[in-house]
């Protein structure tokens, strides 16, 4: 079946349902997003926090001035195939996704991988703001490597490298969520993600519904997805995984850790559709769910121009970096909103 396919059939039956629709045809519900597992906390690589610095960098703004807020939101933008002549709801075109890169240099977005949002490994300049970006399915359309071994100009890829040589300081990075023999098999894919530090995270093998699996398939998958990742870029950390269709196995325990056929696997996040920005590592985001935002202008509700918008209107609840990734600041008022510093220097102002 194809993805589109996949997709409408799964429109179909969640349409039955009456509930709102996300990307990957997942549903989305009120409870979809949250989670009341104890999960321990995602593990952090930060360093100890810094109390001398011996560096000449120019000197770091005064948190207020910049009006640094490290336990706002933080939007995870979810997108799919990327082509100039879209047939699904899901897919995009190349101007639209230019023109949302666009959009978030502008408003001062810039991209970490999943995985530094999990760990609160946010390392951005003073007042700009964090966006991930997350591309599921690894279909063509999103990385293909020409001859010369740079991306491909017409690939979601080729697009982002592009803007980023054309904005240095905009960070061009993202998170590809893949299965089994990625966009379409081009074995250079996954290495060039990984030799230029973005995320390779995981999908499942056959992008399997985990909810219809038992313990061992749920685990079969994962691992041997990881294994095909691994096989291509040795180096790989894949501490991240996107749920297919957005819908957890019966033991979600499984979706954070696993065994099979002697080789465990660990994700410090779990990625779901829809339909909200995440909050801070810092402010209480839950690896075990983290919420995520369907790229798109206005033909669904809750998309990233629905939530771009809110966000801008909505200034002071927006994640704005203080500069120093040692330190955690927020406004004194939203102290009570620290939830896990991480090992950072807790800076209320
Ligand atoms: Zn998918």
Request: proline share 9%; hydrophobic share 35%; aromatic share 8%.
């Amino acid at each position: 079946m194809t993805i589109g396919a996949r997709h409408a059939a799964i429109t179909v039956a969640i349409g039955l349902l009456g509930v709102v629709l996300g990307g990957c045809g997942a549903p989305v519900s009120g409870t979809e997003h949250s989670t009341t597992e104890p999960v321990a906390s995602s593990t952090s690589s930060r360093p100890a926090p810094r109390t001398t610095t011996t560096t000449t960098a120019p000197p770091t703004p005064d948190p207020a001035e910049v009006d640094a807020n490290e336990l706002g939101l933080v939007p995870v933008l979810m997108y799919h195939q990327l082509t100039p002549n879209p047939v699904s709801e899901y897919d995009q075109t190349p101007a639209e996704f230019r023109a949302e890169l666009k959009r978030l240099y502008r408003e001062d977005y810039r991209p970490v991988t999943a995985a530094q949002l999990v760990s609160g490994d946010i390392d951005l300049p003073a007042g700009t703001h964090p966006v991930v970006l997350t591309f599921d399915d690894s279909t063509a359309s999103q990385v293909r490597i020409a001859k010369d071994g740079d991306p491909k100009p017409d690939t979601a890829l080729g697009i982002l490298t592009a803007f980023g040589q054309q904005h240095p300081d905009f960070n061009s990075t993202a998170t590809f969520y893949v299965n089994a023999d990625p966009f379409a098999g081009d074995r250079r894919a996954l290495a060039w993600l990984h030799d230029n530090d973005y995320e390779i995270g995981a999908h499942t093998s056959t992008h399997a519904n985990l909810g219809s699996l038992g313990s061992a398939d749920v685990r079969r998958e994962l691992v041997s997805n990881i294994s095909g990742i691994k096989a291509v870029a040795p180096g790989a950390n894949v501490r991240t995984m996107a749920l297919p269709l957005g819908i957890f196995p019966n033991d979600r325990g499984l979706t954070r850790r696993g065994s099979w056929n002697g080789q465990s696997y660990r994700f410090d996040g779990v990625m779901l559709v829809g339909a909200e920005p995440a909050p801070s590592p810092f402010a209480g985001l839950d690896g075990a769910g983290v919420p995520r935002i369907r790229s798109g202008e206005g033909r669904v509700k809750f998309d990233s121009a629905y939530w771009l918008d809110w966000l801008a209107k909505h200034p002071k609840r927006r994640y704005t970096s203080d500069g120093q990734p040692d330190v955690v600041s927020f406004p004194r008022r939203m102290a009570d909103g620290l939830v896990d510093d991480r090992g950072a220097e807790p800076n209320p102002y």
